[in-house]
């Protein structure tokens, strides 16, 4: 059965920091993983996706995430953090089925 | 047009009326989902459409019936609901071919359903 776990449900950084949002995942067969990010009163919008192409995947917004299959993660990072980074950010595994499983999310904080 | 419209925005029902949720996309997607997200949750699987057929039903109570009128509608009909069923409703929709279902959702903004 497919999962993935979010490590740490709140992460404050300083404005230009770097972000780290981490996320494992399980799977028994190569899995499709994804990044969304959900705004306040917003649905969710894709970051960035892997599907077994480059290991490194660039996103939106200047989001990036390394998929490492040795350490089943799938973390995602900024190099500098935006005021407007705010949100909550969902990471999400699917076994090309029709079900994409999210994570229980990270709330990102920005500290001015 | 990349959006996903979903009306009403918000709605407030009592346990014993009949209400419907509305979502729409002129993107030529032909699967279309429907999520619940309760508050600091992430948002869980309720049905999902391909080609205008049910093809998921996550074991949702009948008080919650959706309906695909054509590829670019998708209803969730409700009634009887309880207290609490109160959350935030998101409709998606994807391409569509099974093996992209998940290549990647267009969410709607969401209804944020309350029930007294």
């Known amino acids: 059965a497919q999962s993935v776990t979010q490590l740490g449900s709140h992460v404050s950084v300083s404005e230009g920091a770097l972000v780290l949002l981490r996320c494992n995942y399980s799977s028994s067969v190569p899995p499709y993983l994804f990044w969304y990010v959900q705004y306040p009163n917003q649905g969710l919008q894709l970051l960035l996706k892997y599907t077994s192409a480059a290991t490194l995947v660039k996103g939106i917004n200047g989001f990036e995430a390394e998929f490492k299959k040795s350490e089943t993660s799938f973390h995602l990072t900024k190099p500098s953090a935006h005021m407007s980074d705010a949100a909550e950010y969902f990471c999400?595994?699917?076994?090309?089925?029709?079900?994409?499983?999210f994570g229980t999310g990270t709330r990102l904080t920005i500290i001015p | 047009d990349t959006e996903v419209t979903q009306t009403p925005k918000h709605l407030v029902m009592g346990m014993t009326n009949k209400k419907s949720l509305k979502c729409e996309q002129h993107?030529?997607?032909?699967?279309m989902y429907w999520y619940k997200q309760k508050a600091k949750k992430p948002p869980e699987l309720m049905f999902v459409y391909s080609y205008e057929k049910l093809s998921i039903n996550e074991s949702v109570p009948s008080r919650f019936s959706p309906e695909c009128p054509n590829s670019s509608l998708l209803n969730l009909h409700l009634h009887a609901l309880q207290p609490e069923d109160s959350a935030l409703y998101l409709c998606?929709?994807?391409?569509?071919?099974?093996?992209?279902?998940?290549?990647?959702?267009?969410f709607g903004s969401g209804t944020q359903l309350s029930v007294l």
């Open positions: 999400a595994v699917s076994e090309l089925s029709e079900k994409l499983t």
């Open positions: 993107m030529g997607h032909r699967a």
């Open positions: 998606a929709s994807s391409q569509g071919t099974r093996t992209e279902l998940n290549e990647k959702l267009f």
